[in-house]
């Protein structure tokens, strides 16, 4: 924002300069964010196509890649039903809000050094909060439908989000305690020098505990499997989007699959390093540097890791659902803070083998988890052929 | 660190999401105008009852659920004050030290020893035992 700020023309009164500045980054964010969806839903048909040994989308465009476009124009072309009974206004704010609630997070996410909109020393604390808005809208959209199922989904997906932003705030508080700020690029900085300086590999291998509650909590706050009873269409049809129609379902997903992308950015920042490069050397081609790419890169990934958990585990009761928040994560959350507080006083720079411990064994496991896919997919495939001849 | 740039002044900063709420809106202002210029609306009252699997909808939508949602609200109420209030305890957590973490201790102490009364009492469970025997 203060490089665009720099650029307006100085004889400008600052507040006109400040705010035009702030809107062409929002432009800009926007922009990204309403055209991300279009990108991630075809990624997860195409991630849920091979999960299931078949193909996915493949008609519309190279590889079925226009889909999600003509999915969305298609949206934009059907009624709009107010169903009967139902408080309309109420029912048109809510997927308003989700939006507005999804979209927002955006204004701190570090996409590399200068490239944020704005820093604000209250980063964290303004990511939890901006996101419990669309909890607002969800409980909204299903009060104000007048259906059964719309209100039960609502409900759920309320005592689902509440509950689960607990675990998540004791996760956050284990990585403020070892920073001393809010502030997202404060954290990112704080995690410089490669891969082996990651907040995942501190303390190993009490870190990687925190990033696992962590990411199971922000899964749960965007409702998605296997804590995607909100929406459960085996017992609720669509849980609170049952009745909307045409672009308010659209913005539903958008919420959602924004939602998922902020998850996903922010675990990066805290855990894996933000826009770091895994290796200094990484960090800039030329003059060039590479900080959006490494932050976007590690938030797609852990959003394929979202896809593929969608894709392998059942869902969850709603008894289970709140046994794993508040008997599970709660108890090793409040522990975890305890033991961090802890060793951040006696260990201030980490544990003496946090450097050369925790990244070989992770990359050792995703070593052999690629390989054991690899020979089960060779083995399906094997067996394909063998049942078809 | 941009912070030597003039905008980086409180409230300016803050700014940034005035303009990211005010461009929000708009996107999403606009594209509902856009979508009602577009869309066709023929409507019937049977297109308009709310879905209930093709059954007629019985009565009003608005009816009575599960009491546990209210228990865990307020469950979660508790919960998110102490987050609230450890949040600033965790910022200064590393200047102020062994203290801070003894302070932290106590509190931390007295909302598990609240966490495992509320185990024991069952309230916990979705179904409670108590009302299983009722």
Known sequence: MDFIYGLLPADLPTWVR???????????????????????????????????????????GPHGLLQTVADAVKLLFKEAIYPAGADKKLFILAPCLVVVGAFLSFVVLPFGSRMQAVDLNIGLFYVVAVSSLSTVGLIMAGWASNNKYALFGAMRSAAQIVSYEIPAMMSLLTIVMIVGSLSLQEVVWAQQGGLQSWFLFRFFPIMPVVAIVFFTAGLAECNRAPF?????????????????????FAMFFMAEYTEMLVISAVTSVLFLGGWWAPHPALQQIGSVGLGPFWLIAKAWFLMFVMMWLRWTLPRLRVDQLMYVAWKVLLPIGLTLVVLVGGLVLWFPDGFAWDGWVGWPLTLALFGFLFVVMQRAIRWSRKRAVEMAA | MPSAAPSASYLTSHSAILAFLLVVVGF????????????????????????????????SAWIQFNIRFYVFALLFIIFDVEAVFLLPWAVVFREIGPLAFLEGLVFIAILAIALAYVWRKGDLEWVRTEDRQV
């Not at chain 1, 279009?38 to 849920?48: H, P, S």
């Not at chain 1, 609720?236 to 129609?245: D, Q």
């Not at chain 2, 202002?29 to 297109?47: D, G, H, Q, Y």
């Open chain 1, 18 to 60: 400040v705010l035009g500045a702030g809107i062409a980054c929002a432009v800009i964010g926007v922009t990204a964010m309403a055209l991300g969806p279009l990108l991630y839903v075809y990624a997860e048909t195409k991630v849920a196509g091979f999960m299931q040994d078949r193909i996915g989308p493949k008609r519309v």
């Open chain 2, 28 to 59: 999403v202002a606009v594209n509902l105008v856009l979508w009602k210029i577009i869309r066709p609306s023929r409507f019937s009252e049977e297109k308009l009852t709310t879905y209930e699997c093709g059954e007629n909808p019985t009565g």
């Open chain 1, 228 to 248: 995607d009873i909100p929406e459960a269409e085996s017992e609720l049809v669509a849980g609170f989007h049952t009745e909307y129609s045409g672009f308010f």
